[in-house]
């Protein structure tokens, strides 16, 4: 088999050498692109008068061959061919003879092939996640109308903070991903450029028509510079940081899972078709959708890493470096679509356990600062009411009680200003419903921030 570049070159490559030049164990997932990018290309030799109509047909037929063959399998690459361009380019030249099939080559170059051919796979790609991601949005909103209602401990610093609904914590992290959809589709825009037609790096002097190549396969337009269009990946660097973002922001989901299905926790409880149990302990439920969640997500920030340490300092143009850009982002994407799917599933058959929840709303003070602002609506200036509510803290935890249980007589020996009518925010659900500004937990706002974000998903 000769190689693409045969003319100048005594003797083909060392045996090494072509083992650390192929790519085709990896880039083959381009092959239907490839063959795609290969009929328009076509199309545009027809149009610049390079290729009959008989010969145009011919070429055609040939690539619905080779096509079939590649989706059979019955045509595979082999160790000369390096990557799926030049075993394609073989394959065309076995079914259409060399005389039409070596005609295809002209005014391209696997430079503006490959950089066209990745965009395309990595658009489908985000598509497919980005349905994904829609799915845990969903399995959250439904949670959160399923559950609506039930109140929870929120923290911060992983201490108990202020009660929440369960709800409005659920939703935290639906807007998160709804925001990572909506990256996606903004990455779209700027990706969707077709460098075919830049050739090597320096464009075609073939009279074929760029923008045409772009139209057929889905592009908006062609790139501006040619060198751009061959030798830029931000296209690849910046949607490794969304994929990376996405498996972050489920990451962060997976942790509370895992604490919450812990025996102290008990806040929730895993389907048994969404977790393991364990080879020796016969009591365990594992979380392991979570914890592979939250590995993914090291793996995924690895990826975006090592594509930028690559980037870093290639000069223009083109440089077979940029062959090592593909793996990662390959990975990326498949690694999501494997997880969305098993992460929807955990997500959406966990059973809260809602009166535990509501029964530790309350605990570690977190009305305090309810108290504090009541005191504030009494024209207390919040420094002062702070302090006042701080003592109340410090008093019930003497007493190892609620703050609730302080007694009229303790109240008032605390503040002048804390009267008795200042228990009317010393319940999780007043506390709560009191949160009513826009963005904020009471039920209400809730309501309505549920709805919208369900709408948003739809539309997204
Ligand atoms: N397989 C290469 C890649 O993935 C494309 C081939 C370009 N090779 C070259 N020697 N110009 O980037």
Known sequence: MSSLWGGRFESGPAEAMARLSLSTHFDWRLAPYDIAGSRAHARVLHAAGLLSDDELAGMQKALDELLADVESGAFTPVLEDEDVHTALERGLIERAGVDLGGKLRAGRSRNDQVATLFRMWLRDGARRVAAGVLDVVDALAAQSETNFGAVMPGRTHLQSAQPVLLSHHLLAHAHALLRDVDRLHDW?????????????????????????????????????????????????????????????????????????????????????????????????????????????????????????????????????????????????????????????????????????????????????????????????????????????????????????????????????????????????????????????????????????LVSRAAAA
């Open 188 to 452: 779209d825009k700027r990706a969707a450029f077709s460098p075919y037609g830049s050739g090597a790096l320096a464009g075609s002097s073939l009279g074929l028509d760029p923008a045409k190549v772009a139209a057929d396969l889905g592009f908006y337009a062609p790139v501006e510079n040619s060198i751009d269009g061959t030798a830029s990946r931000d296209f690849a660097a910046e949607i490794a940081f969304v994929l990376a973002m996405i498996s972050v922001n489920l990451s962060r989901i997976a942790e509370e899972i895992i604490i919450w299905t812990t025996a102290e926790f008990r806040f929730a409880v895993l389907d048994d078709a969404w977790s393991t149990g364990s080879s020796i302990m016969p009591q365990k439920k594992n979380p392991d959708v979570a914890e592979l969640a939250r590995g993914k997500s090291g793996r995924l920030i690895g990826n975006l890493a090592g594509l930028l340490a690559t980037l870093k300092a290639q000069p223009l143009a083109y440089n077979r470096d940029l062959q090592e850009d593909k793996e990662p982002l390959f990975d990326s994407v498949e690694q999501l679509e494997i997880l969305l799917p098993a992460f929807a599933g955990m997500v959406g058959t966990l059973k809260f356990d809602v009166s535990r929840m509501a029964s530790l709303a309350p605990a570690g003070f977190t009305l305090a600062t309810d108290i504090a602002e009541w005191l504030v609506r009494q024209g207390v200036p919040f420094r002062v009411a702070h302090e006042a509510a701080g003592a109340c803290v410090r008093a019930a935890e003497s007493r190892g009680v609620g703050l609730e249980d302080l007694t009229d007589a303790e109240f008032l020996a605390i503040s002048p200003a804390l009267t008795p009518e200042v228990r009317s925010v010393l319940t999780v659900e007043g506390s709560i419903a009191s949160r009513n500004a826009h963005g904020g937990t009471a039920p209400s706002r809730v309501r309505e921030q549920l709805d919208a």
